[in-house]
């Protein structure tokens, strides 16, 4: 149990159509982290959150993509105008306050865009 | 900014032979080093760290790693696999504790066979 769950764990969705990941820290936390890893890469940073507040987005995280944290709990993902290039797994992450160095990763959603 | 090359992209080895990962990366200050093992369809998981201290570092399933400031490396190693070994293995680095950019590696995909 790495202390964070993500739902769905798998999205067919058609090109054009809009959608929604959801990440749920289990575990005691403080930074939350979205991460896209494509086939045969490794995870590249979208963006992370600390409590409510978005710090940081990466040049990945074009105008279609929006992250929010509304209760400094969760956080959802949104993808709008879903294109073939999207399709990716979708990784959440996040780091405990007593470890900041170490980032714990959700099982991902995988989303093709067909 | 600091990168991370993992020099073998897959690496097959028998069942009870010993492997070795190889992982180099680049920074001018000094970092954190972090491997991930990331089982099909599922996240990543935490395999082993270094923060500080000992070069040598252990995992609880008999992985360890050596960092080399010298070298700049990180090699993963095991002196004897099994089959449920088989899995991609992502190399990771990250500036401080408190920088949020943390770079992976393309990963090795490690395939144990009988």
């Known amino acids: 149990d790495t202390g964070v769950s993500q739902n769905p764990r798998h999205k067919i969705t058609k090109r054009g159509q809009n959608v929604t990941f959801r990440c749920d820290p289990i575990?005691?936390?403080?930074?939350l982290y979205w991460y896209r890893q494509t086939l045969g890469q490794g995870p590249e940073f979208l963006t992370y959150?600390?409590?409510?507040?978005?710090?940081?987005k990466s040049r990945l995280l074009s105008d279609r993509f929006s992250a929010e944290r509304p209760k400094g709990s969760f956080s959802t993902l949104e993808i709008q105008r879903t294109e073939q290039g999207d399709s990716a797994m979708y990784l959440c992450?996040?780091?405990?306050?007593?470890?900041?160095?170490?980032?714990?990763f959700g099982p991902g959603t995988r989303l093709l865009v067909l | 900014a600091q990168s991370v090359t993992q020099l073998d992209s897959q690496v097959p080895v028998f069942e009870e032979a010993p492997v070795e990962l190889r992982c180099n990366y680049s920074s001018s200050v000094s970092v954190y080093l972090f491997w991930y093992v990331q089982y099909p369809n599922q996240g990543l998981q935490l395999l082993l760290k270094?923060?500080?201290?000992?070069?040598l570092v252990e995992s609880i399933n008999g992985f360890e790693a050596e960092f080399n400031k010298s070298q700049t490396s990180f090699h993963l190693r095991k002196p004897s696999v099994h089959i449920s070994d088989t899995a991609e293995y992502f190399c990771a680095v990250r500036r401080g504790p408190n920088n949020n950019d943390m770079r992976f590696g393309a990963g090795t995909r490690l395939t144990v066979k009988p």
């Open positions: 992450a996040i780091t405990s306050r007593g470890a900041q160095e170490t980032q714990y």
């Open positions: 575990s005691e936390h403080n930074r």
């Open positions: 270094y923060l500080s201290g000992s070069t």
């Open positions: 959150f600390q409590n409510e507040a978005q710090l940081e």
